[in-house]
C-alpha cells in the first residue's frame, strides 16, 4: 500500500558530498514526521535528522553543520543532503515516515535503505 525508496547512496572519499532522496507512495492521507536514520555494521540504528509536516529539523550531533534534511510536501520528497562526509558516517541510511493511509492510523513506515560508503 505505501512504500518508501531511497535513493542516491553510493561510494565518496571523505570530505566529499552525497544527497539522498527518499520517496512515498501509495495511497497516502497523510505524512507527519519524516526522517533519516542510520545503521553502521555492528552498530544500533540511529536518528541522523528528522523533520516535521511543519519544518521543524532536528539532527545528531555528529552530523550538526554537516547534514540537512528538507522536505517536499507536495511531491512527498524528504531529501538528506551531506556535506563534508566522514567514514565515521558509512552506513546503510533508512528512510522514515510517519504516515497515515485511508484505511490505518499514523503508522511508521521504512525504506529498505540506501548504502552510503566514505572512503579515506
Known amino acids: 500500500q505505501v512504500q518508501l525508496v531511497e535513493s542516491g547512496g553510493g561510494l565518496v572519499q571523505a570530505g566529499g558530498s552525497l544527497r539522498l532522496s527518499c520517496a512515498a507512495s501509495?495511497?497516502?492521507?497523510?505524512?507527519?514526521?519524516m526522517g533519516w536514520y542510520r545503521q553502521a555494521p555492528g552498530k544500533q540504528r540511529e536518528l541522523v535528522a528528522s523533520i516535521t509536516s511543519g519544518g521543524s529539523t532536528n539532527y545528531a550531533d555528529s552530523v550538526k553543520g554537516r547534514f540537512t534534511i528538507s522536505r517536499d510536501n507536495a511531491k512527498k520528497l524528504v531529501y538528506l543532503q551531506m556535506n563534508s562526509l566522514k567514514p565515521e558516517d558509512t552506513a546503510v541510511y533508512y528512510c522514515?515516515?510517519?504516515?497515515?493511509?485511508?484505511?490505518?492510523?499514523?503508522?511508521?513506515?521504512w525504506g529498505q535503505g540506501t548504502q552510503v560508503t566514505v572512503s579515506s
Open positions: 522514515n515516515a510517519e504516515i497515515r493511509t485511508i484505511v490505518t492510523i499514523l503508522t511508521d513506515y
Open positions: 501509495g495511497s497516502i492521507f497523510s505524512i507527519q514526521a
